[in-house]
C-alpha cells in the first residue's frame, strides 16, 4: 500500500542545481525516517539524506554536505531533496525510501524498508 513516487530528476550541467520530490502515499507513521539514496552503474546504492518526519531530525552524507538539503512538507506528504552545485559524480539514479522504525539506524540501504521507482540525475561537465 505504501507508495513512493520520485519527481524533478532531469539533466544539468555541473554547478548547476535540481530538486527531487519524493510524493508518499499508504501510512508509513509520523515517526518514520524518509530517506535519498543513489546508485551510478556498477557502484552500490548509497545513502544520501535522511530526515526524521515528525522530529526533524537529518542526516546527511558527507559528500552532500552543504550542497544538498532534505525537507518535507508534511501537509503534503511530500519529501524534497534540493541538490546544489551539482558534479558529475552527483550522475546516479535517485530513490526515495522509507523506514518505519523512529530510531535511526544509519543512513543504509538495509535500514529502509519502502523504496520509489527511482529517477535519473545526470550531471554534465
Known amino acids: 500500500q505504501v507508495q513512493l513516487v520520485e519527481s524533478g530528476g532531469g539533466s544539468v550541467q555541473a554547478g548547476g542545481s535540481l530538486r527531487l520530490s519524493c510524493s508518499v502515499s499508504g501510512y508509513i507513521a509520523s515517526g518514520a525516517w524518509m530517506g535519498w539514496f543513489r546508485q551510478a552503474p556498477g557502484k552500490e546504492r548509497e545513502g544520501v539524506a535522511a530526515?526524521?518526519?515528525?522530529?526533524?531530525?537529518?542526516r546527511y552524507a558527507d559528500s552532500v554536505k552543504g550542497r544538498f538539503t532534505i525537507s518535507q512538507d508534511s501537509a503534503k506528504s511530500t519529501v524534497y531533496l534540493e541538490m546544489n552545485s551539482l558534479r558529475p559524480e552527483d550522475t546516479a539514479m535517485y530513490y526515495c525510501?522509507?523506514?518505519?522504525?523512529?530510531?535511526?539506524?544509519?543512513?543504509?540501504?538495509?535500514?529502509?524498508?519502502?523504496w520509489g521507482h527511482g529517477i535519473l540525475v545526470t550531471v554534465s561537465s
Open positions: 530526515i526524521h518526519t515528525f522530529v526533524g531530525s537529518i
Open positions: 525510501a522509507a523506514r518505519r522504525a523512529s530510531a535511526w539506524g544509519g543512513l543504509a540501504a538495509t535500514q529502509f524498508e519502502y
